[in-house]
């Protein structure tokens, strides 16, 4: 198995909605804001080459939306996702399969994109199956108000339209071995419904793709969670129990969205869990 960050580019959030609560004098010591109090955010993927199976997962936010859309969002730097599969000698049809830990538009957007002529979508990985599940399928294609701005159906629709959109086993528990993948998944349902976070052994060690119940290394206290969260409550819980595991376990914790830090591993503390080290995946791999 072999392992690769794909960058699939930075843009920019507001300070304020990534941390919900919490007031900016606490977040800004980890995540410092531009004077929009807006903060840098990684599109961060992960591709995963294991025998005749090239899987990536998330794809990042894509580039079919307007200028008014990447207006939001302050795209920054030069990353972007074909740029980085080249980098490691890939190509998007080199894709087998693209795992979706969920389907917001900063996650699956670079999954579809226009047509030649414009006319409509299709697959941007022409020989990928997209892999969802379907609790999470049904909650992203009939949003609540709520998300309804962050699930674009465009992003989404054309997977099943294809034919290549597969979702995984439902889960008898809150963690499942997914057959069809080759690592385990833990459903968590506090930032969207049935959200998927990979994880992955390697040579004996545990790297966990942390998805949106981690965004950075800024958010390990327990109440550093995002205005974006539909079920903040449940993230609390959720959160406390993956780190004490995480802690306890050392597991490597992916991070999607930490433009500074690829990945991070925490450790037990007497103010709870916290960090314990940054690495890069190359430390992690070596």
């Known amino acids: 198995m072999n392992l690769y ?3 699939a580019g930075n843009f920019k959030l507001d300070g304020g909605a990534m941390f919900g609560v919490v007031p900016k004098t606490l977040w800004t010591r980890t995540n410092p804001a531009d004077e929009n109090n807006m903060i840098d955010i990684a599109a961060r993927c992960l591709l ?4 005749d199976r090239l899987t990536l997962i998330d794809t990042g ?3 079919k939306q307007d200028e008014k859309f990447f207006g939001y969002y302050y ?7 074909d740029d980085s599969l080249k980098k490691y000698g890939f190509h998007r049809d080199d894709i087998t399969d693209v795992f979706l830990t969920h389907l917001h538009f900063d996650h699956c957007g670079g999954a579809i994109q226009w047509n030649k002529d414009r006319t409509g979508y299709e697959p941007a990985f022409k020989n990928a199956s997209f892999w969802s599940n379907k609790d999470h399928w049904k909650w992203a294609t009939e949003p609540n108000r709520r998300e309804k701005a962050s699930f ?7 997977m099943q339209q294809s034919g290549q959109l597969k979702f995984v086993d439902a889960p008898s528990s809150d ?3 997914a057959k069809e993948m080759d690592f385990g998944i833990l459903f968590v349902d506090g930032h969207t419904d049935k959200q998927m ?7 004996g060690k545990t790297l966990v793709f942390i998805a949106d119940l981690l965004p950075t290394a800024g958010h390990l206290p327990l109440p550093f969670v995002m205005g974006y969260d539909t079920r903040p409550l449940l993230t609390l819980p959720e959160k406390e129990k993956f780190l004490k595991l995480a802690a306890d376990n050392n597991f490597y914790l992916f991070l999607e969205h930490d433009a ?6 925490v450790k037990n503390t007497d103010k709870g869990v916290r960090l314990n080290e940054t690495l890069t995946l190359n430390d992690f791999i070596n």
């Open 5 to 7: 960050p794909i960058e």
């Open 48 to 51: 995963i080459e294991n025998g």
């Open 61 to 63: 936010m894509g580039n």
């Open 75 to 81: 795209q920054w730097g030069d990353f972007n996702l």
């Open 152 to 158: 674009l159906k465009e992003n989404i629709l054309p």
């Open 175 to 177: 963690f499942a071995t």
């Open 197 to 203: 976070l990979p994880h992955i052994n390697y040579k």
């Open 260 to 265: 500074t830090n690829q990945i991070i591993t």
